[in-house]
């Protein structure tokens, strides 16, 4: 299992678009994404640093390994 790097809110979703996301709107301090094909919604907080936790919650909810993930950065 790779080590996860500290990455920012802003920082994910530039990568998240990267593999087909587009900004959908803003709530307050979370950024949802969502990919039409196939169809998946994602909220990511717009923080300085996420938790590695939460940013291993998203890439397994977009459907990544963290290889894939480490690879968009």
């Given at each position: 299992m790779?080590?996860l790097p500290?990455?920012?809110?802003r920082?994910?979703?530039?990568a998240l678009e990267?593999i087909?996301f587009?900004?959908?709107r803003q709530?307050?301090?979370?950024?949802v994404?969502?990919?039409?094909?196939p169809?998946?919604?994602?909220?990511?907080?717009?923080?300085?640093?996420?938790?590695?936790g939460?940013l291993r919650?998203?890439?397994?909810?977009?459907?990544?390994?963290v290889?894939?993930?480490?690879?968009?950065?």
């Open positions: 790779s080590k500290v990455v920012s809110g920082e994910c979703v530039k990267k087909g587009c900004f959908k709530v307050g301090s979370h950024i994404l969502r990919r039409n094909n169809g998946c919604m994602v909220v990511i907080p717009d923080h300085k640093e996420l938790d590695r939460t919650a998203i890439i397994k909810q977009v459907g990544l390994s290889e894939g993930f480490l690879s968009l950065m």
